[in-house]
């Protein structure tokens, strides 16, 4: 669920861009949160795609989050966008950029489209929940079936997968594949397991762990609030409250200052104060 709202008497258009217009004359003008967000969804998707593809670094999660928390639909418009905005694809900007394994799962994972129906095929899910547990046994993390079927199942017929997987082998993938803690393919699988399979709780540790640092990591905490307050971002402040038992505004509050916490504040719907 959204935590951006339309007031009951909804102010005139031009009451607006006044309102913009004072705002980026004064400090608010150089914040980056405001200007991912005055743009629409599948641009700012294609921003922060270029940006995370250009500059690629292991550590940086925006591909995957593109690539598995948004809709099939949505994922075709951010492609869209790219097209318009960088006048090229951003696949081919992502097998530029990446290498190795990292190609090897990025590029089918930007360029899929899952079917989105409920149906799953459960004679499926046990065969290849094997396979997966194979592969794992085997440390054969970049095996071209196992990219496969992460890349390109649908999200219902990879939870079935994965529910028959820890059903199977009594334990969840994500623990088996952390066999290396310092390798950072297995890391980026982990994220993208969990984006796919329980998105809530993939983006609350994001924001968890972008505040708690020294020093906070604010890419990613823009990076969050600015491409979920539209979507899911109750949801996540849901489970940041469940899993930290303070509530993310606190968590901002305490952690930023100025325009840019108040910016965070209006758009992860705060209700402290």
């Not at 090229?88 to 799962?105: C, M, P, W």
């Amino acid at each position: 669920m959204a935590t951006i709202t339309v007031p009951a008497q909804v102010p005139p258009v031009s009451d607006d861009v006044e309102e913009l217009h004072k705002a980026f004359e004064g400090a608010l003008f150089n914040n980056r949160l405001v200007l991912l967000w005055i743009l629409d969804p599948p641009e700012r998707d294609a921003v922060l795609a270029n940006e995370a593809s250009k500059k690629f670094s292991t550590s940086d999660r925006a591909l995957v989050e593109i690539a598995c928390t948004r809709s099939s639909r949505d994922l075709h418009l951010a492609r869209q966008a790219y097209h318009i905005k960088y006048q090229k694809s951003i696949e081919e900007d992502v097998a530029s950029h990446t290498t190795g394994d990292f190609r090897k799962l990025l590029w089918p994972l930007v360029t899929s489209y899952r079917y989105e129906g409920d149906e799953v095929d459960m004679s499926l899910a046990k065969t290849e929940a094997k396979l997966l547990h194979d592969k794992i046994s085997e440390k054969c993390y970049n095996d071209d079936d196992f990219i496969r079927i992460i890349t390109t199942r649908s999200k219902a017929q990879i939870n079935a997968t994965l529910n028959q997987y820890k059903n199977d082998f009594g334990q969840d993938i994500n623990k088996d594949l952390k066999a290396d803690p310092k390798d950072e393919f297995l890391a980026m699988l982990r994220a993208t397991i969990k984006s796919l399979t329980n998105p809530a709780k993939y983006f609350e540790k994001v924001l968890r762990l972008a505040m708690n640092r020294q020093g906070t990591d604010e890419g990613a905490l823009t990076r969050v609030v600015a491409t979920r307050a539209e979507f899911d971002m109750k949801t996540i402040k849901e489970e940041y409250q469940k899993r930290s038992s303070v509530s993310l505004d606190s968590a901002i509050a305490k952690d930023t200052r100025g325009d840019y916490e108040d910016m965070l504040l209006a758009l992860v719907g705060s209700t402290d104060g």
